[in-house]
């Protein structure tokens, strides 16, 4: 009785040991080998897992974990990979095509790119859609300099230089978002490089940047009210000032509303769409100005029928409300101050000032580029409570192309590794793969 008891859980210990070798565990030794392999290979690391693999017919599905999607895909590796696992398949498993490969619940297909290459063409992919630049003008544009349409010009970029200066209402102070790290900190870091670097590059290469954080490193501010369709600005002090400029949408908003800037260098006219952008502070560039009085004017070069409007001038950057220049405070303060809608940076009721400065970036981009041709339909905020009804809301139709944060290193680890610059990017918004256009993320 005893000698048959025995044989009995011995038989299902085997039985158990060798189903085991028919699931994810047979697939251990392959997914440490793959793993290895493509670190080699890429010189990065993911995690290879099997979480389940599923025969059909003469040919085993494979699902791994989601971890899968970190590799960077293209076309080329996808079979590559599918080659290096039929090669070092288990033994249960041989004879058997590998058949769908997913990460988690995605074809590793979809998670795959075009080669690189350097020929100056873009890729072809089957969700690209026409390019819309030619269907309207631009935010902005000058006349009097080349335009390059196989460049960024008519592109609208919204780009920011990581966090800001803030207030903690917990601690009852102003402080930095991000800690000291080798003599300086994440929060005016990254915006030695976009300021003065990036941003111009963009701009000189034709593209709009719109940033929601201040760019001018001036502690000179002034606001002017407009006297018909000219302004009068007293200027302070000698400098190179931003220049904004704001103004009201209308069913007749012209497509090229001219304001003309003086400054010392003479005269420069910059053309404004004013069919969208309406209700932002619009920077339309930066320009040397002695003490004393400047002009300028806006006049309407657009089609017949269409009008101007005249807003608020705004020249430098300014103090904010910490008492430190406004360029290193985060964008919430920069948002209040030049009249974004308040559903896009109060998204915590007044109570939480550092979680409102990440919450509100990709709420203002939204807010930016619905109604366009990217972003069709309303604006649609993060919260509601300010009393609109949905269809009375209304982006302002600019077609954002790229939004890009430019970040650094976060902070160091207690076992002394450095928290490094990544690019984050996500295939899922609001549980959609793709853009509000339609076009695959």
């Not at 610059?421 to 076009?439: C, Q």
Request: aromatic fraction near 12%; charged fraction near 25%; hydrophobic fraction near 35%.
């Amino acid at each position: 009785m005893k000698v048959k008891a025995i044989l009995t859980a011995l038989a299902l210990l085997l039985g158990y040991a060798a189903s085991a070798q028919t699931g994810p565990t047979a697939w251990k030794e392959v997914c440490d080998s793959a793993k290895f392999i493509m670190k080699e290979k890429t010189g990065v690391t993911v995690e290879v897992k099997v979480r389940s693999a599923l025969k059909k017919g003469d040919s085993v599905d494979l699902y791994f974990t989601e971890r899968l999607k970190d590799y960077p895909w293209k076309k080329d590796d996808v079979k590559w990979f599918r080659q290096l696992i039929s090669e070092m398949t288990p033994e249960y498993c041989k004879g058997l095509k590998i058949g769908t490969i997913y990460a988690k619940a995605q074809q590793i297909e979809e998670l795959a790119g075009d080669p690189l290459g350097n020929d100056g063409q873009p890729f072809s992919k089957k969700f690209r859609t026409s390019d819309r630049r030619y269907d309207s003008k631009p935010l902005t544009y000058r006349e009097d300099i080349p335009q390059f349409d196989k460049g960024l010009y008519g592109r609208h970029i919204a780009l920011w230089q990581s966090h800001g200066y803030y207030y903690n209402q917990k601690s009852d102070r102003w402080m930095w978002q991000r800690a000291p790290l080798f003599t300086t900190v994440e929060d005016v870091y990254t915006l030695t490089y976009v300021l003065p670097f990036l941003a111009p590059m963009l701009e000189n290469a034709g593209a709009n940047v719109l940033m929601p954080r201040e760019r001018d490193y001036s502690t000179f501010e002034t606001i002017v009210k407009p006297d018909g369709h000219s302004w009068k600005a007293e200027i302070g002090q000698r400098g190179r000032y931003a220049v904004y400029v704001k103004y009201k949408k209308t069913s007749t908003s012209s497509d090229k509303a001219v304001y003309t800037v003086n400054h010392m260098g003479g005269k420069t006219a910059v053309c404004v769409n004013q069919k969208i952008g309406g209700g932002a502070m619009v920077y339309i560039g930066s320009f040397d100005f002695d003490k004393g009085s400047y002009d300028i004017t806006l006049s309407n070069e657009g089609s017949s029928g269409s009008t101007v409007d005249a807003g608020q001038i705004k020249i430098g950057g300014g103090v904010g409300p910490s008492g430190k220049p406004r360029y290193v405070e985060g964008a919430k303060y920069w948002m209040q101050h030049t009249g974004v809608d308040r559903t896009v940076w109060d998204q915590n009721n007044g109570e939480d000032d550092y979680r409102d400065d990440f919450m509100l970036r990709g709420a203002w981009v939204n807010w930016l580029s619905a109604g366009s041709a990217l972003h069709p339909g309303k604006y649609v905020p993060p919260k509601d409570g300010d009393g609109k009804k949905p269809e009375d809301r209304a982006g302002l139709a600019i077609p954002v192309d790229l939004a890009f944060g430019f970040h650094s290193d976060a902070g160091i680890t207690p076992n002394d590794s450095i928290v490094g610059t990544l690019s984050i990017y996500t295939r899922l918004s609001e549980n959609k793969s793709v853009f509000p256009d339609g076009e695959d993320r």
